[in-house]
């Protein structure tokens, strides 16, 4: 790869040479170089569109070799009798029967595998068979009720950048295809030897930089709910499998809203840990810059429920963790905090400053308010204004771009399979004349004050922009804490995202709501995601009432495009803490659910 990097440059530079010394050489030997020149780009040409028919040829290939497997798999579960009664069990139902030995491992396997590709069919979910399941699960039947973990039998489902022994972990890049992880990562490790059986991978937008589900090798992936609609991302298989019953726990991943936008968009719990609690390493992200450790990925939880996102939390904050991941600290699972019945002090807040959110999300908001008001919990307002606009614009999108697409050039310079993911290793690259006038016109046309912000930021220069970009993160970071710590607060209810699932599509242009999770990134507070309600036919009334919603800017007037025939999609609220807190977070999102899902179940 680099060999040929250098030669393409060579030829590049060579063409421009030439250009600049045609003007002074005598007709006949300029006309020679010229005609030098055109044979050379030519055939820098010719090459250039053999690489990308080889390379489209080979994720065609590895797309068709994930449909195989799911085959095989299909066959293989006819030989058996499959008791699909056990898929409707909730997580505690399931533990509880594996745990006793009601009900084998394997037969819950089986279960959940004919599942996941029955929900497949309808959502494109699943990139991979996790082939050595079957075996695994096995193991499990012939241990002793002594020997049995806490997640005994569990069946997971992984994100397809879940690092898993001899599977390639590809990012939807076609240049990572079968490179095969030499190990499986630690996290992983730790949730097997706890019982865990992985037995599917699910797809990712090329690249992890969007919400929009989709690339080159695996293709779209669609909504449980609704076919016409996203399932959000980066963890967007993830959302489907789960939503659509094909999974009951699932580990994604999250950098600025990954494992939390697909749960508001598809009706499950999730949590983001804080950076640290549960680690990242053995995973494969090829667009994390390299030693960008400002906002830093983390692993989190996506479950049918909360209990499954605490069970899994528990479970996982162990020595079987800790031994294998040397940087995470040796905290367990605080149980006295997750089950204290000390009333809390809670902020709330509806509007980030970036965006307003749909109706349906305020009132979701505000239903959730009131439920925990009603347990005894003192709510207070907690205005985040302008201070997710400057950690989404200022700190996180620059960051996401600081090294000014250097870690794409490689695996895109013969992919374009993929146009959100070019369009965005195009705007790392622009200079920042570029970025200034696109951000003029944007400013002119849609008055988009997000979009205007992040284009206004100047491309990466010295490793001393560096430096100063991470004093600027510590100091937003230490006044967030501040503000924080005045309101006396323990936790902090608010959005997930300003809408329900977009139809597909309109998901690539909606970056922005994503201020609504990458805030919490940018302080490294955990926060997580309970579904509390669906959205109703009046909510898509006062949508297009522009006194509810004015809709004054080009992503809120896509929101409220995507209102129409949104009725029955869930709606989600997040919970953020301060760093280290998740149990606290999760005692709130299982009071809030608790209370709310028999109401939610009936609408």
Sequence with gaps: MALQNTALEFCETLQTTMQDSIMILTPGVGAALLASCATVMSGLYMYRRQRKQELRLKMEARGQRAKRDMEELRRELSKHKIQMDLVQLSFQQL???????????????????????????????????????SAHAAKLDALSPDQRGPLHGIPISLKETCGLKSLDCTSGFGELIDIPMKEDSPLVQALKLKGAVPFVRTNIPQGMRSFACANGIFGVTKNPHNPSRGPGGSSGGEGAMIGGQGSILGVGSDIGGSVRIPACFCGLASLKPTCGRIGWLGNFNPGTVNGQNIVITTDGPMGRDVTSVVQFMRAVL?????????????????????????????????????MQCVPAVERAVLLAKTVLESQGHTLVKFDVKPKALYAFSNIFMPLLMADNGECYEDLLRYDDSCDLMTMFFKLCKAPYWTRYLLAKITELRTFDPVTVEVLNQKPSGPVTDFYKKTIDVQEFQQQFAKEWKKLRLDVVLCPGMPTAAPIAGNDKKLLNCASYTALWNVVNYPAGIVPVTKVTSSDVTKTFDPACFPADTETERIMREDACGSEGLPVAVQVAGLPYTEEMVLRVMAELEAAITPKLDRL
């Design 95 to 133: 533990q509880e029967a594996l745990q006793t030995g009601k009900v084998k491992a394997t037969d819950v396997l089986r279960a959940y595998q004919a599942k996941a590709l029955e929900v497949n069919n309808k959502t494109n979910a699943i990139t991979d068979v996790i082939k050595s399941a």
């Design 318 to 354: 162990a020595p079987e963790l800790w031994a294998r991941e040397p940087l995470v600290p040796p905290l367990p699972f605080r149980q006295e905090v997750f089950t204290s019945k000390r009333p809390l002090r809670i902020g709330y807040y509806i509007h980030n400053g970036c």
